[in-house]
């Protein structure tokens, strides 16, 4: 068979799209209409989508809708249709987003391409941990980390577990101006760039006085854990946490916490 004739294998998670004759459009795979549904998923809208999830829930839901869009630009990009780099028109505009609000009990949770539905789902509202006398917050904990491990030059790991630790103490999934989850970013890209081992900004720098710089703090958790070690896991080159690093000292903290009377 000619080069030119792009084959895409069968047996992947969208049986109702036919091999070969068209590219994986949005409206094949999701319930939109218009312009966008006749779009080609194209990988950097899969990448951003991811991102997105990221950002709110601290993982890529799996069989969600990042997960949907990677195979369907992974299939794409295979036959051809799209380039790895390739954004869509539908990453323009309103691009990928992912929100969340509240209803009595439930935390709910909507993706959006271009500015349309995608996916929805929601999960019960855990209960708020009492903020009793003797319990570690979240401040507390990155506090902790900043003095085990204040040497340490900030990496893009230990930005990702600063954010998703300012995340689950805030509530608020924006990066706050003058945050430490900002000046942690900050310095972790300003550090890829910084040859001089001695001229990189330390994570003790970055955490000092994190209890009163956040907009606000919460009793740490075993949820609040696992969201931080998640995503200090996922941006670990080497898929590993920072011994005395954030996700551990936050795991520390929740474990205290359970252990008290």
């Not at 295979?78 to 987003?97: D, F, I, L, N």
């Not at 009492?130 to 893009?156: M, R, W, Y």
Request: with cysteine; net charge negative.
């Amino acid at each position: 068979m000619s080069q030119d004739q792009p084959r895409r294998e069968t047996g992947t998670n969208f049986p109702d799209v036919k091999p070969v004759a068209d590219p994986v459009k949005y409206g094949d795979v999701f319930n939109v209409s218009g312009e966008l549904a006749n779009q080609p998923v194209a990988p950097r809208d899969a990448a951003l989508m991811q991102s997105a999830e990221n950002q709110v829930l601290g993982w890529t839901q799996k069989g969600g809708v990042a997960a949907t869009m990677q195979s369907a630009a992974a299939l794409n990009q295979e036959a051809g249709y799209v380039h790895p780099t390739e954004y869509s028109a539908a990453a323009g505009g309103q691009g990928m987003k992912v929100t969340e609000s509240e209803i009595p009990g439930r935390r709910v949770v909507t993706e959006s391409v271009g500015g349309q539905v995608v996916g929805q789902f929601s999960t019960p509202v855990p209960e708020p941990s009492p903020a009793v006398t003797g319990s570690f917050t979240i401040g507390d904990a990155l506090e902790a980390a900043g003095v085990t491990c204040g040497d340490k030059p900030v990496t893009q790991s230990d930005a990702s577990a600063i954010q998703a630790a300012e995340v689950r103490a805030t509530g608020s999934n924006a990066v706050r101006p003058g945050g430490i989850a900002a000046a942690a970013m900050s310095a972790a890209d300003a550090n890829e760039r910084t040859g001089d081992e001695l001229q990189k900004t330390t994570l003790g720098e970055v955490l000092a006085d994190a209890k009163r710089r956040l907009a606000a703090d919460k009793v740490a958790t075993t949820e609040d854990a696992e969201k931080v070690r998640s995503a200090e896991l996922r941006n670990n080159p080497n898929l590993t946490t920072v011994v005395g690093g954030v996700s551990e000292n936050i795991a520390a903290a929740a474990n205290l916490n359970e252990a008290a009377p």
